[in-house]
């Protein structure tokens, strides 16, 4: 009777499923710790003025793209009409109309858009909107 030795037959293996575990709870705590900033994703160029600069304490931003598009803080408005604008400053603001709202609306912004961010202000009956200008570029002078 001849006796074999089973362990020369074992074949390792490398168990795959409890390295992809270990991936995707990693790639799950890194994107969850991220910090999204969106005003760094979004472009403007705004309409440039002279005058001084006026600071208000804790503003309500409202940022309108080149495209029309809306951006209440950093949450954006799902449609361009006036009511999708109004819920999502609501959400954002809650009960408080005498917070200043801060208006930074790209120079190439449709005019249309503008109008409609007024709109939606007076509506919600906020009183103090504030215009967010670039300063003016310094005239070169002759020499």
């Known amino acids: 009777m001849r006796i074999r030795d089973r362990r020369a037959e074992d074949v390792p293996e490398i ?5 992809i575990d270990v991936i ?3 790639i799950i705590f890194f994107v969850i710790t991220t910090t999204f900033d969106a005003r760094s994703v979004l ?3 705004l309409p440039r003025a002279g005058g001084e600069a006026h600071a208000a304490s804790d503003p309500l931003s409202l940022l309108i793209n080149a495209d029309g598009r809306y951006f209440v803080d950093d949450r954006e408005a799902l449609r361009t009409d006036v ?5 999502t400053i609501v959400e954002v603001a809650g009960d408080d109309r005498d917070r200043t709202v801060l208006l930074r609306a790209d120079a190439r912004t449709p ?3 503008v109008v409609t961010a ?3 202000l007076g509506q919600l009956g906020f009183t103090r909107v504030a215009n967010a200008t670039a300063p003016e570029a310094p ?3 002759p020499q």
Do not use: D, F, G, T
Request: without cysteine; proline residues 4%; neutral net charge.
């Open 83 to 87: 009511e999708s604008l109004k819920r």
């Open 139 to 141: 005239a070169a002078s």
């Open 15 to 19: 168990n795959l499923v409890p390295l």
């Open 43 to 45: 472009k403007i160029e």
């Open 111 to 113: 005019w249309q858009a």
């Open 118 to 120: 007024y709109e939606a």
């Open 24 to 26: 995707l709870v990693l």
